[in-house]
């Protein structure tokens, strides 16, 4: 009878834990033949399950370095998917800015590491989700001027999105600066952008398992802002013809015609390969060695780098013309159709560049200045992506946010400021909800939201 009495008590402890390892009994417990992640519930909302960290590339390490992504491997063993993974490699320059000075929750919360592929999910509990309608699903990239940034932000965690609109919502890492955008001379001008790579490898992954979270593949929109927003309206060229989302949703980046120059040559990638020891003239020998050196002496490199010293020349990677993923002629990919025809939603708020103003001082900028480069940037290139759809007779609308709220305002002049938007509510779900609907105008939609209304024309 003992016996029997320490067997029970043996199972009664054991057994739940062999239920955890059950998706079916578990919601927190994903197993599919590609991978199995372990969740748990959001500290904001019990209503909602989040997977962090969860990878959907190869790490791209060693030999891998500066090159495209490989699709994540299957792995059985059960990950832990309850932290964030690091944020992709990254520098800081020191600069005082708004975000850095008054606004900490937009720095990226993680240490840096070059295995950084990864992406987040929230999505409702299973039992809230039936299975004759999976949810519409929304795939966050990101801003950071290609340079910086990462998913793990305060400001932008899943959950009120998620609870609010009952949608599941993705965010991603890509590699930015010199490991994301190296303009190598080995490459032959061929694959420049593998930070862009690495997202369309993130919405593949997202397309082939977001079902196992709750989702519908065939109603996925890419949205992002700043740089997130550029790569989004990007990405609708890059993969015109195979997309695999339903909507985008730029906001504050799109292209309209600007010639993307960030990047030219390959005299920055070889001047940082020199600084670590791997200078050569033969380009793939000082490739070769700038792919087994110490990922963070190479971003010393930018810490100490001084452009007065250097004849002004600036140290900077960003987006190079490919024509894989950036082009020279954005016109001309229109005009032959190059262009993926879904519904898109442009947009920017109305005072822009007012937190971007460099130098920051604190002190209230030239607002005039300020006016000329919101236009210049943001509101006119908005202008023309939008009326390039239209003329395509794409779905398209577009939006200018006005909303000012004192707890996101530390300073009185900044008004509706860069990034002001998604972090009041993440931006609406108009795309998702009404991807089918026509434009009725002879132009793209407007849409104001906000509670200010001064609005300025480009």
Known sequence: MLLSSRLLILLSYFLPRCLAGNPKS???????????????????????????????????????????????????TALDATAFGPACMQYDTGAPSVYNQYLPGF??????????????????????????????VMVW???????????????????????????ILVSINYRVNIFGFPAAEALDGQHLNVGLLDQRIAVEWVYNHVHAF?????????????????????????WWNDPLVSGFIVESGAIGNAQITYSTGSSNFSYVAAQVGCGSTDKDEEFSCMQKANGTQILEVYEKYNASENGGASLGFGASVDEETVFSNWTDRRVRGLVARLPMLFGNTN?????????????????????????????????????????????????????????LNPLSWLGAYHASKYISDYLNVLLLRHHKVKSQSSSAHPIYTGETRQQRQP
Request: aromatic share 10%; hydrophobic share 30%; charged share 15%.
């Open 107 to 136: 720095q990226v919360s993680v240490p840096m590491s070059e295995d950084c592929l990864t992406l987040n999910i929230w999505t409702p509990r299973a039992s809230s989700i039936k299975s004759d309608e999976l949810l519409p």
């Open 214 to 238: 709750g989702g519908n593949a065939s109603r996925i929109t890419l949205f992002g802002q700043s740089a997130g927003g550029s790569s989004t309206d990007i990405y609708s060229y890059a």
């Open 26 to 76: 578990d919601d927190l417990h994903i197993t599919t033949s590609s991978f199995s992640v372990h969740g748990s519930l959001s500290p904001n909302s019990s209503a909602i399950r989040q997977f962090l960290g969860v990878p959907y590339a190869e790490p791209p390490i060693n030999s891998h370095r500066f090159l495209p992504p490989v699709t994540k491997k299957p792995y059985r």
């Open 141 to 167: 990239v990101p801003g950071g001027a290609l340079l910086n940034g990462g998913s793990a932000v305060p400001y932008t965690d899943g959950t009120r999105i998620v609870r609010d609109q009952n949608i």
């Open 351 to 407: 005072n822009d560049y007012a937190s971007l103003y460099s130098p920051f001082t604190g002190a209230a900028p030239n607002q005039t200045e300020v006016d000329e480069l919101t236009n210049s940037v943001f509101n006119c290139r908005a202008a023309i992506a939008s009326e390039a759809r239209h003329e395509l007779g794409t779905p398209v609308w577009r939006y200018r946010y006005f909303g000012i709220y004192p707890n």
